[in-house]
């Protein structure tokens, strides 16, 4: 490691050693705390350096990344303070070759930091000295190196210019803070990479589910040994089960009751399971709405330590596939009746004639034959052999199927593929018909056969084709798509615009144009405004579809009008459709129903306009997008002046730090409710707002409605200096009737009767409960104020709880409450810095609560445990009840004054709501919090939190 340390005396050494880590230390977390560092790349890099140049009090930061392993390195980031923009080159222009400088690599791969007060005297860094260090004017420079799981990844730069006018001599805590950062930045570097890689493999993900749905392909799964049987969407839409369909076993069998296909997948799945054989096979199934389908069904069993664990495999809906495959055949029959007519093969090029005997192994063919099978005619001989060789491995059972069926029918027909002498496959078709005695005395095949290779290979781009637009036509149930043909009339329409417009599809179909479904009025006007666009009469099908042709889709409002007569507001898109020559042969139309939406649209704003509250839409940025009449009514600003300054301009400079905070919290995605602050009025005075605010997590608005509050306040206030005011009016003659009536109770007066004391003991417990109101409510008045002293000193933790349990035992024991408490051994270790006073008052409001809302004969338990919080620990003292719990709609308010869940309940246990919101504020005022857990009909858990001392 290259360094140079500051020569001071050894004292100031340590002490500024200390500050340097107490400052650096702090800056670190920071970094670490901060959630811009996994933002967008050049946020986390400027937000990086920006902390290491404050950190370390210098000019110049800069990132240097080699993203593509190209062993060049570029500036991602370069942080520079005022004096040092105007000089500086810019980040994209800043490049550097590893290769170019192997000795500066070198060092600091070995090093990991290099730091050097003089550059020029620095030898590791002199192959930088000519075009770096010189040009950008560096004197000191203090380099780190990010590495990553490959290795080497970039280096971090730290500099001062000669603008600072001395060198600067770094500290050995500036040396260890730069490699905590080299090593921080490895990490934002690695989660960047997992970022992207996460990324990649969720749209891989959702690309495949995509494909599997548009290929009709569903996904399926047996688990062993349960037997438990899972279906994804497509499966079960080819079974035409509910999606909520749970396929079991036992039951699923019978879709495939239909002929011998149960016996048949039975025998499949058993030799999967049994003998780890994959299938893939072909089944008639008749789904849950008693349909007939073909479906293809493909297996793979997984096997783990000779056993099988499931069986796993695919679905396809081959349906259309069969019924093409026998349509086919029946064509063929009728092509075979015309062909016998006609003399079979003699009418059509590529048909070549063949005549073979089985049982001599001859065979024949016309000069076609020889070119559909691409021999020479010259040199080859045909025979029954050489055309076996050429059959295709996968079709040489059909063939021969084929020609066995001949000998009872006659006929030979079957299409199948073969294999030519240069490896080209070729799709042939083959109709013969049997002979049983010919010139050479034995039975014969006469024939022909034909290339259909281009046929097969249209038909499958065709059936491709029909497939992907049935599917996308049966997707959009909700959009209308209609197809016209250039002048206009229907050439399709989907069930969605059935749906749409109440005509069916061959009410329109062939028999009525597009101008069936406009507003005639609307379809005028809109003929006016293109002709004069255009300085050319535009009617007819061009009014539809002129600015579709010209710029490739038109997208535009209309209004349909349906069968019934009603109407509709849609959103049309128009493209045009084209052949292989690139000419215009018809019109799509895409139409959205948009009714709906443009109602509940205005309705929306006329809530918006007459809303009494004030409401107001923002942006992440800070600004006002949208604010109602109320809003800027209330606050004396125009709807402008309100939009074009940020929010914060008119929050008051004392709120401003928790309505930030509370601004993060909400982008967070936290809903904010009931949060105040203060508006300035264009007049210069501050109105109170009370906030209740939600972020759209997609688009990062804020939406907000705000009530002001102003007078509200005021009320309070009053209310507040009026209860102070009678409460030390009041404590003088209590305290005087207290003392009094203790003197009578105490004899000093003389002998009291049975009912007379009675009754003086009724009334001294009551003067008791009022004087602790009066103090309770004076407490609180003086800590609103900032008038409470708290004398603050070292307590141990166990036995101030074993105080406040005992002077709570007596209450507890009247209650019929059996009141516990539970400590660590470590406890008797633990201390914290509090009023010892005030901490015993709080424990007697929670425990005195938790006896008080607790059922006879249950129990009330006083816990106490360590927990690390940020690096501090944290004393949590647990209070638990098994009382009735807070209902969810009080618990924002279990901490205000004069609060109780039940008021009822209240009346009859006794209480004032003053002890759970004075031991907040106690709780506060020396450097604690309180918490709660509750649950209704589990009891309720109050938390107090202080700053351990020592453990």
């Known amino acids: 490691m290259y360094g140079t340390l500051e020569d001071i005396s050894e004292q100031k050494q340590r002490q500024l050693a200390l500050q340097l880590k107490q400052k650096l230390t702090s800056f670190q977390a920071k970094i670490l705390s901060s959630k811009v560092i996994f933002a967008a790349e050049q946020d986390s890099w400027g937000y990086f350096c920006q902390q290491i140049a404050q950190a370390l009090n210098v000019e110049r930061v800069s990132i240097w990344l080699d993203k593509n392993h190209s062993q060049q ?90 603008s600072t006018k001395q060198q600067r001599q770094w500290h050995s805590e500036e040396l260890r803070f730069m490699l905590t950062m080299s090593s921080i930045a490895s990490t934002i570097l690695s989660l960047m990479e997992l970022k992207r890689l996460n990324n990649a493999y969720q749209h891989t993900n959702n690309l495949l589910t995509r494909t599997s749905e548009l290929a009709t392909i569903g996904l399926w799964e047996l688990a062993l040994p349960d037997l438990t049987i899972h279906w994804n969407k497509v499966t079960r839409q080819i079974h035409e089960v509910t999606k909520d369909y749970i396929p079991d076993a036992t039951v699923a069998i019978n879709f495939y009751r239909q002929g011998d296909n149960r016996t048949r997948i039975e025998h499949c799945l058993e030799q999967a399971m049994t003998k780890n054989m994959p299938f893939d096979d072909n089944f008639e199934i008749i789904t849950a709405k008693g349909n007939k389908k073909w479906v293809r069904v493909v297996a793979h069993p997984e096997f783990v330590a000779g056993e099988c664990r499931r069986v796993f495999g695919l679905f396809q809906d081959i349906t259309a596939i069969t019924q093409s495959y026998h349509a086919l055949q029946q064509s063929n029959e009728e092509l075979e009746l015309t062909q016998q007519r006609l003399d079979v093969a003699s009418q059509n090029a590529r048909i070549g004639f063949w005549q073979a005997w089985p049982e001599t192994g001859e065979l024949w063919w016309s000069s076609v034959v020889f070119q559909v099978f691409g021999f020479d005619e010259a040199t080859t001989i045909p025979s029954i052999d050489l055309f076996k060789q050429c059959l295709h491995p996968d079709d040489a059972t059909l063939v021969a199927i084929s020609e066995k069926n001949a000998k009872t029918s006659g006929i030979h027909d079957v299409i199948h593929r073969i294999i030519t002498p240069d490896g080209s496959v070729r799709w042939v078709h083959e109709l013969a ?97 293109l002709s004069e666009k255009y300085a050319e009469s535009i009617i007819g099908v061009d009014v539809f579809t002129v600015e579709a042709q010209r710029y490739g889709f038109e997208r535009r409002r209309w209004i349909y009008q349906c069968k019934d007569g009603s109407e509709l507001l849609v959103q049309v898109i128009v493209t045009p459709m084209r052949d292989e020559q690139n000419t215009i042969t018809g019109y799509l139309c895409l139409a959205h129903d948009i009714t709906m939406q443009e109602h509940i649209s205005f309705e929306l704003n006329q809530f918006f306009n007459l809303s009494q509250s004030l409401l107001c839409i923002s942006s992440p940025a800070g600004y006002f997008i949208r604010v109602n009449k109320a809003f800027h009514q209330v606050l004396g600003h125009s709807e402008a002046e309100l939009l074009k300054q940020p929010i914060l301009n008119f929050v008051h400079p004392d709120d401003m730090a928790k309505t930030q905070v509370e601004l993060v919290k909400i982008l967070e995605g936290s809903v904010s409710a009931s949060f105040s602050n203060r508006l300035r009025h264009k007049e210069g005075h501050y109105i109170s707002l009370e906030w209740f605010t939600a972020v759209d997590p997609d688009t990062g608005k804020l939406y907000s409605a705000a009530q002001d509050i102003t007078e509200r306040l005021k009320l309070e206030q009053l209310k507040s200096e009026f209860v102070s005011t009678v409460s030390h009016e009041l404590r003088t003659p209590i305290t005087s009737i207290t003392g009094a009536l203790g003197l009578v109770l105490s004899g000093m007066v003389g002998e009291l009767q049975p009912e007379s004391k009675k009754l003086l003991n009724i009334a001294s417990s009551n003067c008791d409960r009022l004087a602790n109101l009066i103090n309770d409510l004076l407490d609180i008045e003086k800590l609103n104020a900032g008038k409470m002293q708290v004398e603050l000193a070292t307590y141990a933790v166990a036995s101030l709880l074993q105080r406040a349990i005992e002077e709570n035992q007596t209450y507890s024991s009247k209650q019929d409450i059996q009141l516990n408490w539970q400590l660590p051994l470590a406890a008797q270790q633990w201390q914290i810095r509090i009023d010892e006073f005030r901490f015993l008052q709080i424990m007697a409001n929670l425990i005195s609560n938790a006896i008080k809302f607790s059922p006879a004969n249950s129990q009330v338990t006083v816990t106490a445990e360590v927990k690390q919080a940020a690096e501090q620990s944290m004393l949590v003292i647990a209070v638990t009840d098994q009382g009735s719990g807070i209902a969810e709609y009080y618990k924002p308010r279990i901490f205000e004054k004069f609060s109780q869940a039940d008021a009822s309940d209240a009346r009859e246990k006794g209480g004032t709501g003053l002890g759970l919101a004075l031991s907040k504020e106690l709780a506060e005022a020396m450097g604690g919090t309180i918490s709660f857990d509750s649950s209704v009909g589990k009891g309720s858990t109050f938390y107090v939190h202080f700053p351990l001392i020592s453990a």
Not at 136 to 156: Q, R
Not at 456 to 469: D, F, G, K, P, W
Not at 478 to 507: C, F, H, P, R
Request: net charge negative; aromatic share 4%.
């Open 73 to 162: 390195l570029t500036c991602q980031h370069l942080h520079l303070d005022k004096d040092q923009h105007k000089s500086a080159s810019q980040p994209s222009q800043l490049k550097l070759s590893i290769t170019q400088y192997p000795q500066y690599f070198k060092a600091l791969e070995q090093e990991a930091i290099i730091a050097t007060t003089d550059v020029s005297q620095c030898l590791a860094m002199a192959e930088l000295t000519d075009c770096y260090l010189k040009p950008e004017k560096i004197v000191s420079k203090l380099d780190g190196i990010i590495m990553s799981d490959s290795g080497p990844a970039g280096i971090i730069w730290v500099e001062t210019t000669e």
């Open 433 to 529: 018909k049997l002979l049983p005695n010919s010139d050479k005395g034995h039975a014969t095949f006469v024939g022909s056969v034909q290339d259909i290779t281009e046929k097969v290979i249209a038909e499958q781009a065709h059936y491709r084709l029909t497939s992907l637009l049935q599917t996308v036509l049966d997707a959009a149930s909700e959009v209308s798509i209609i197809a016209i043909d250039t002048e206009g009339i229907i050439q399709l329409v989907n069930k969605g615009a059935e749906a749409m417009l109440g005509y069916q599809a061959d009410e329109l179909i062939h028999q009525q144009s597009l101008a069936i479904l406009h507003d005639q009025n609307e379809v005028a006007a809109r003929a006016t405004e």
